[in-house]
Nanobody
Framework: QVQLVESGGGLVQAGGSMRLSCEAS?????????????MGWYRQVPGKQRELVANIIVGGNTYYADSVKGRFTISRDTSKITFYLQMNSLKLEDTAVYSCNIGGRTIVYWGKGTLVTVSS
């Protein structure tokens, strides 16, 4: 069974920092039949569409949404299937449920999300 578990969310004041983690587990990740193509962070605010915040294309580029460039950094621990989102200079508008995903060639796995609330 595949599981992606986010952690690190919570309440933070505007201007502060927070680091989210996404830890993946499941026998499929040990399988040669599954190749991780991307790792990403998304966020969603109630009533709005989910948006891509940042992702890593394995062996390729890193992408950031314009709204977080220069403030957020996505990284990964290559020794295990864990990746992170370092969020600095947080703004009120960064408040959202943040979810991580791992993309293979034909399937994408999602975590359940963690709430980040930025207060004034």
């Amino acid at each position: 069974q595949v599981q992606l578990v986010e952690s690190g969310g919570g309440l933070v004041q505007a201007g502060g920092s927070m680091r989210l983690s996404c830890e993946a587990s499941g026998s499929i990740f040990d399988s040669r039949s599954f190749s991780i193509r991307s790792m990403g962070w998304y966020r969603q605010v109630p009533g709005k569409q989910r948006e891509l915040v940042a992702n890593i294309i394995v062996g390729g580029n890193t992408y950031y949404a314009d709204s977080v460039k220069g403030r957020f950094t996505i990284s990964r621990d290559t020794s295990k299937i864990t990746f992170y989102l370092q969020m600095n200079s947080l703004k009120l508008e960064d408040t959202a449920v943040y979810s991580c995903n791992i993309g293979g060639r034909t399937i994408v796995y999602w975590g359940k999300g963690t709430l980040v609330t930025v207060s004034s």
